[in-house]
């Protein structure tokens, strides 16, 4: 099946600084992924829709500037968590399109990276 | 706007007993709805979906689910539960007309008993 990687599985930072995330589709293009964040035994929320080419859609609540996202290929999304806190402490998913026409188009999903900010 | 919920948090099963986790939803016309499965360490893998048509639907794994409009249900099912389905299960929606954007119910821990 079709694998989405994504980079790092874990990162610990300290309050105030920056971290990347990257999210790879890895045996298919997608002009479409998007990037959910899940607090510890709680559901998936969608934070935003990352279009190869354009700029991301964010979800309602969801702040633009705190988590930048950039979709420069067919196979990279990157999420930065700018000026990371403590409560952005969290684990993060990123999924990937695959497009093959009408009902077969199937979403796929990274294994997560853990972000921790001390 | 569409929503799933899921009642159950957290379900107990015998190995070898039947299973049924239970997913509702809220949207005026037919939703496109999925259930996933996480494990520990592995991303969302998708068990089924329904989109159209068929009511039952088959997925992965031995599991099935059927869609009820009527009761506004798409609960997942399975005659004979293994050591190895003990996993966090969501049940999920399209939000608007964008396949991926998803929302996602709060999800059921299984925990399988030997």
């Known amino acids: 099946g079709a694998v989405v990687s994504q980079h790092p599985s874990w990162v610990i930072c300290k309050s105030g600084t920056s971290v990347k995330i990257e999210c790879r589709s890895l045996?298919?293009?997608?002009?479409?992924m998007f990037w959910y964040r899940q607090f510890p035994k709680q559901s998936l929320m969608l934070m935003a829709t990352?279009?190869?080419?354009?700029?991301?859609?964010?979800e309602q609540g969801v702040e633009k500037d705190k988590f930048l996202i950039n979709h420069a290929s067919l196979t990279l999304s990157t999420l930065t968590v700018t000026s990371a806190h403590p409560e952005d402490s969290s684990f993060y998913i990123c999924?990937?399109?695959?497009?093959?026409?009408?009902?077969?188009?199937?979403?796929?999903f990274g294994p997560g990276t853990r972000l921790t900010v001390l | 706007a569409q929503s799933v919920t899921q009642p159950d948090i957290h379900i107990t099963v015998s190995e070898g007993a039947s299973l049924e986790l239970r997913c509702n939803y809220s949207y005026g016309a037919t939703p496109y709805l999925f259930w996933y499965v996480q494990s520990p360490g592995q991303g969302l893998q998708l068990l089924l979906k329904y989109f159209s048509g068929d009511t039952l639907v088959q997925g992965i794994k031995g599991f099935e689910a059927e869609f009820k409009r009527s009761q506004s249900s798409f609960n997942l099912r399975k005659p004979s539960v293994h050591w190895s389905d003990a996993a966090e299960y969501f049940c999920a929606v399209v939000r608007g007309s964008t396949l991926g954007r998803l929302y996602f119910g709060r999800g059921t821990q299984l925990t399988v008993w030997p």
């Open positions: 999924s990937a399109l695959r497009l093959a026409g009408g009902n077969t188009d199937t979403q796929y």
């Open positions: 990352s279009n190869e080419g354009s700029k991301a859609t964010y």
């Open positions: 045996d298919f293009q997608a002009t479409t």
